[in-house]
């Protein structure tokens, strides 16, 4: 099945804590975007990348750090400095020709 | 000032009636609109999108698009509860491939039976 896979489902992270987000996709998508949601919010755009090895901050960018080394893989890091991780953190891949994002089932991000 | 605006709700509605909801973008040069449907705990869902101006209809759903008025509007037809969700709306302000969405807040509809 073609699709976008998010793992874990569920992570907890310690304080002082890096913890990395995957993200794989087999729809040959080469634009990719990481969103966090709080309660009751919209999404938040963090970082995008539009072709391998190139990647564009969003509009929450700070206490966060992604990679594109595969056009297949997005992974976001959730680094100790960003103090309130707690939320949904979306990953979505678009294609061509209807430019159409398409999102992953999402991971939530807790802090213990 | 929000760059796309919906009210939050919650939209109540009873069942088979029409439910019918906004959204307002600031960004006159916008070129694609989309809808999406985000039941609680999970993932959005594209249900519709929408290029030009006038009615795009997809069963019981229909986007409206008002360029002139910067508005952007879905119905849906014969609701049911399974329709009881929140529904954000998504405009790509700069058009072209792979550009960044800007997403509104939610509007929550619930579906009375």
């Known amino acids: 099945d073609g699709g976008i896979t998010q793992s874990p489902k569920y992570l907890f992270r310690k304080e002082g804590q890096n913890v990395t987000l995957s993200c794989e996709q087999n729809?040959?998508?080469?634009?990719m975007y990481w969103y966090r949601q709080d309660p009751g919010q919209g999404l938040r755009l963090i970082y995008y990348?539009?072709?391998?090895?190139?990647?564009q901050k969003g509009d929450i960018a700070e206490g966060y750090s992604v990679s594109r080394e595969k056009k297949e893989s997005f992974p976001l890091t959730v680094t100790s400095a960003q103090k309130n991780p707690t939320a949904f953190y979306l990953c979505?891949?678009?294609?061509?020709?209807?430019?159409?994002?398409?999102f992953g089932a999402g991971t939530r991000l807790s802090v213990l | 000032q929000k760059e796309v605006e919906q009210n939050s709700g919650p939209l109540s509605v009873p069942e088979g009636a029409i439910a019918s909801l906004n959204c307002t973008y600031s960004d006159r040069g916008s070129q694609s609109f989309f809808w999406y449907r985000q039941y609680s705990g999970k993932s959005p869902e594209l249900i519709m999108f929408i290029y030009s101006n006038g009615d795009k209809e997809d069963g019981r759903f229909t986007a409206q698009l008002n360029k002139a008025s910067q508005y952007v509007s879905l119905l849906i037809r014969d609701s049911q509860p399974s329709d009881s969700a929140t529904y954000l709306c998504?405009?790509?302000?700069?058009?072209?491939?792979?550009?960044?969405?800007?997403f509104g807040a939610g509007t929550i509809l619930r579906v009375k039976s």
């Open positions: 990348s539009q072709i391998v090895n190139d990647f």
């Open positions: 729809l040959n998508h080469d634009a």
């Open positions: 979505a891949s678009i294609g061509v020709p209807k430019n159409i994002q398409y």
């Open positions: 998504a405009v790509n302000p700069m058009g072209g491939y792979g550009n960044k969405l800007v």
